[in-house]
């Protein structure tokens, strides 16, 4: 159904779904599209979107960059967008109104039951099937009491892992449980500061984005599948997996 009562231009910043005062802005990157529409679901198992707001260019874009504010929403709304625009592969454009697409800068993100990787690539609609983004409010997140440990980063030395390459092997100690979880590199973490074997002041994760499930056989690749660790085709810039690691 559409719902053109309740919205309001909405701000170009900060891009994904921010939690405002009364309501949550919505804003997406897209220079070529001709209308994008914002999706509102029931829950992330929903076929077809409760509400579909029209983003039209007149009222919800500033430069390339198309916004609404919703009144009333909170964290957790399931949402998603469309966007209207050229279908010319020649000239790198496959726009596809028909195609439900997740909020590239969305803070989470939902899997539903039905989810079919590939029913973005057939004709028709997908929104029973698509990946979903949800609302979410860092603001709300309990940290108990952790602060930033304010080490200059001359002192730091940062040692880049995998979270589930890590711990995997029943070499690295951990019970066989927690091997290739969070859980499980919280488990190494006195090895790590180990001052007799390392000085690692800081840790960066690879691969806490979520990422589709493989589009290719691994035996396509040529490459063993124990080897594949790194997913090349993230699906947004800010959120953890939805699945895995825990």
């Known amino acids: 159904m559409k719902d053109e009562g309740r919205m309001k231009s909405g701000a170009s910043a900060p891009l994904g779904a921010t939690v405002r005062d009364g309501g949550v802005n919505f804003s997406v990157f ?18 077809k979107p409760t509400t579909v707001i029209p983003l039209k260019a007149d009222k919800h874009r500033t430069y390339h960059y198309w ?73 709300r997140y309990d940290w108990r009491g952790d602060l930033p440990l304010s080490r200059p980063f001359a002192e730091t030395v940062i040692y880049e892992l995998h979270v589930a390459g890590f711990t995997r092997h029943p070499s ?4 066989s449980a927690m091997r290739g979880t969070y859980a499980g590199l919280i488990q190494k973490i006195p090895y790590l500061k180990d001052p007799g074997r390392h000085r690692y002041g800081a840790i960066a994760c690879l691969s806490v984005r979520p990422s589709g499930r493989s589009s290719r056989p691994r035996e396509l690749l040529g490459i063993p599948a124990r080897f594949i660790l790194r997913a090349a085709s993230r699906l947004q810039f800010a959120e953890g997996p939805a699945r895995s690691p825990r």
């Open 30 to 47: 897209s220079k070529d599209a001709d209308l994008v529409e914002l999706l509102l679901f029931d829950n992330v198992n929903a076929v």
């Open 67 to 139: 916004h609404v504010f919703m009144p009333d929403l909170r964290p957790s709304q399931v949402y998603a967008y469309r966007a209207h625009g050229p279908f010319a592969p020649e000239r790198g454009f496959r726009f596809d109104g028909e195609k439900v697409l997740v909020d590239p800068y969305g803070l989470a993100v939902a899997v539903p039951d039905r989810y079919d990787r590939w029913a973005a690539a057939r004709p028709g609609d997908n929104a029973a099937t698509s990946l979903k983004s949800v609302v979410a409010d860092p603001d």
């Open 172 to 175: 690295s100690g951990v019970p």
